[in-house]
């Protein structure tokens, strides 16, 4: 499935409004938080997770083609180098930025959304809802 989410450097700014930097990326299509499934012009968001830092793929990222990279206050000063000549937004937490960008790429679509949850029975429920 092709990543389609298409944000200009005008909505970028809007939803991401509490950045602290001034290279923003001009307009990508599709974000990405794992440079594995990275498609060229997409903005690639390092993520901190339990046993992995995004933020150590950023160069991985600038050679698959991201349009630009979002990161946190203490990935821009440790990677400062990969970000000194590539499109790149500073936030204080990236995983914050990431929801940001999704509540406002599904706001654009009038859909109806259903969750299914609880110990047992999900993917049977899936597969009747569908």
């Not at 599709?30 to 997409?42: C, K, V, W």
């Not at 933020?55 to 990279?69: N, R, Y």
């Not at 990969?82 to 990236?94: A, K, Q, R, Y």
Request: proline residues 2%; contains cysteine.
């Amino acid at each position: 499935m092709k990543n389609l989410a298409h944000f200009t450097t005008e909505e970028l700014l809007y939803i991401l409004e509490d950045f602290t930097n001034f290279r923003v990326p001009s307009d990508c299509v599709g974000i990405s938080a794992d440079t594995r499934t990275l498609q060229q012009g997409n903005l690639y968001i390092a993520i901190r997770g339990e046993h992995l830092d995004g933020h150590t793929f950023i160069a991985k990222a600038k050679e698959l083609g991201a349009s630009g990279v979002i990161v946190d206050i203490h990935g821009a000063h440790q990677f400062s180098t990969e970000l000194s000549d590539f499109p790149h937004i500073i936030v204080d937490n990236t995983l914050h930025a990431l929801g940001k960008l999704a509540q406002f790429h599904r706001k654009r679509y009038d859909i109806h959304i259903i969750a299914i949850a609880g110990a047992a029975g999900k993917t049977s429920t899936k597969e009747m809802l569908y």
